[in-house]
Nanobody, 120 residues
């Protein structure tokens, strides 16, 4: 099983920046896509950004041009650089990994979440 541990959340003023990290550990065959999701109070969890093992990326429209997702495959770590943060970015941010099985198929693994609060 894969364990995902997020770090880097916190309180930041509007217009500020934060960098989230998520490291995968444990026993697994391979990790395919990795991504970041977020959930604000009273709202459903939504995708923020996804990155494939080959480096392709996809972003939610609300964060395009402000957030950048990257990964270090050697370290099994994914990052989310968040710039020009807005109060509406306030949420619990979750790391996700699509873990490939040696016998075929895959499963989703989730981190515990890291809180990002954008407020003056």
């Amino acid at each position: 099983q894969v364990q995902l541990v997020e770090s880097g959340g916190g309180l930041v003023q509007p217009g500020g920046s934060l960098r989230l990290s998520c490291a995968a550990s444990g026993s697994f065959f391979t990790i395919n896509a990795m991504g970041w999701y977020r959930q604000a109070p009273g709202k459903q969890r939504e995708v923020v950004a996804i990155i494939g093992s080959g480096g392709w990326t996809n972003y939610a429209d609300s964060v395009k041009g402000r957030f950048t997702i990257s990964r270090d495959n050697a370290k099994n770590t994914v990052y989310l650089q968040m710039n020009s943060l807005k109060p509406e970015d306030t949420a619990l941010y979750y790391c996700n990994a699509v873990v490939g099985k040696q016998v075929g198929g895959s499963y989703n693994s989730w981190g515990q979440g890291t809180q990002v609060t954008v407020s003056s």
